[in-house]
């Protein structure tokens, strides 16, 4: 089976008024004030700094074009989901690929996951403009990059031998590394998330690198 199947007025006025939308949103991701709208399972102050400032300068760049987003962080296994309007709706645990790694094998989306070895099994990093998608058996599914047959789905459960409940539930990152390289969400998280965010229309994800610094991927961050 391909992989791709297992796996969218006064010019004074008009400034201040951009203005005060930009500032609103440099809050929410900053995770100043009461502005910010998080779920329980992330208030802002444990939003990674890393995470806030690829948000801060997503927004600030302009970078997410006004389109939700969201920053998957695979060093710990989660994943952060702002808005159009920038604010963080709500974070999450995720299970990720097996190996670590920041790019994907050339031509790994054509070849049949059986021949897929474990080391090949990496989750991306990257800037990716996502699209709603529909998988083999008909579930509704998030592409990251569709040659690399790589996107975010709920949790398969089907396999009780991987335990991957159990993996998202486990407070240790290594437990985590399980999939061909898809991000897997906890069902929940995905239908009040990132359906209603991602899967109807385009956004855009991005996936910060374990093994490089993450300005060789997002050149919109300020330099250090």
Not at 8 to 13: E, L, Q, V
Not at 158 to 172: H, I, M, P, W
């Amino acid at each position: 089976m391909n992989s791709h199947l297992c796996v969218a007025g006064c010019t004074a006025s008009v400034f201040m008024k951009n203005s005060i939308a930009l500032s609103l949103c440099l809050v929410s991701v900053l995770g100043w004030g009461q502005a910010v709208k998080a779920d329980e399972t992330a208030p802002p102050a444990q939003v990674p700094v890393d995470v806030r400032q690829l948000a801060r300068a997503a927004v600030s760049e302009r970078d997410s074009r006004g389109l939700p987003f969201a920053i998957v962080d695979k060093k710990r296994a989660r994943v952060f989901v702002y808005g159009a309007d920038g604010y963080l709706r709500g974070a999450s645990p995720i299970l990720l690929g097996l190996a670590r790694g920041d790019a994907s094998v050339p031509g790994i989306g054509e070849r049949r996951m059986s021949e897929i070895r474990p080391e090949e099994r990496t989750t991306p990093a990257g800037r990716f403009d996502s699209e709603p998608g529909v998988n083999l058996q008909g579930e509704d599914i998030v592409w990251l990059d569709y040659d690399a047959a790589v996107s975010m789905h709920r949790v398969r459960t089907g396999n009780k031998v991987e335990r991957r409940l159990e993996r998202l539930a486990s407070t240790n990152v290594a437990e985590h590394r399980i999939s061909y390289g898809c991000i897997n969400v906890p069902a929940s998280f995905y239908d009040t998330h990132v359906k209603p965010l991602f899967g109807h229309a385009r956004g855009v994800i991005y996936v910060l690198p374990e093994t490089r610094a993450a300005r060789d991927y997002f050149k919109f961050l300020p330099r250090e």
